[in-house]
Structures are given as structure tokens and as C-alpha cells.
């Protein structure tokens, strides 16, 4: 079992940095691949970016890649998403999840969540 707590959301002016944190419960947080996603109320939610159980192999988002970075710390049992040049696109609820085997990009493929973190990105 794996809990996440996402913290670090809040309100941003375009062009701005915000870094989310998820900190995760469990003695088996180093053996997952994380995943970062985001959520638009009535739509899908959509991958940002993933992280493997080493941190050795990262994915993004094409909408974010250049402007965001994930990381982990398996000693801390937290991984991060460095945000900057935010847009106002961005906005979303902001979930990191946990699952297996290396990160997907399809949400379906995650077995833990967190209850998300509000980063909103004004123009």
C-alpha cells in the first residue's frame, strides 16, 4: 500500500515557477514508478510527466516538456514537478500517482492516487 499527499499548488502569474510535491507512505515507495497528471473538470485526465522507480527514465507531456521537470528522492519517499514558464493552459488539479513495473502514460495503468493539489495560472 502507498499513500500520496500532493502539496505546493496554488495561484501563479504567467511566466511564473511553482513545484509540486508528492510525499509518499509505505516502505515500498522506491519500487514504483510515479506519474504526474492533471485534471480539467470535465475532461480526461492527462499525463505531465513520469518518473521511473530509479529516476533514471523520466517522461513528459509535449505540452510541458521543456518547461518541467520530475524528480524523486527515494530516501525522502517524495517525488517532485519543477514547474516554470507557466502558461495559463496549465491550470488544472495536479495528481501524482503511483503504480509498478516503469511508468505509462495512460492514468488507467496507476494504482494509487493522491487527492490532488489547485494550480491555477493567471494571464
Known amino acids: 500500500q502507498v499513500q500520496l499527499v500532493e502539496s505546493g499548488g496554488g495561484l501563479v502569474q504567467a511566466g511564473g515557477s511553482l513545484r509540486l510535491s508528492c510525499a509518499a507512505s509505505?516502505?515500498?515507495?522506491?519500487?514504483?514508478?510515479m506519474g504526474w497528471f492533471r485534471q480539467i473538470p470535465g475532461q480526461e485526465r492527462e499525463f505531465v510527466a513520469g518518473v521511473s522507480w530509479t529516476g533514471g527514465n523520466t517522461g513528459y507531456a509535449d505540452s510541458v516538456k521543456g518547461r518541467f521537470t520530475v524528480s524523486r528522492e527515494n530516501a525522502k519517499n517524495t517525488v517532485s514537478l519543477q514547474m516554470n514558464s507557466l502558461k495559463p493552459e496549465d491550470t488544472a488539479a495536479y495528481y501524482c500517482?503511483?503504480?509498478?513495473?516503469?511508468?505509462?502514460?495512460?492514468?488507467?495503468?496507476?494504482?494509487?492516487w493522491g487527492q490532488g493539489t489547485q494550480v491555477t495560472v493567471s494571464s
Open positions: 500517482a503511483a503504480k509498478s513495473g516503469d511508468y505509462s502514460r495512460n492514468f488507467r495503468m496507476y494504482d494509487y
Open positions: 509505505g516502505r515500498t515507495f522506491s519500487t514504483y514508478a
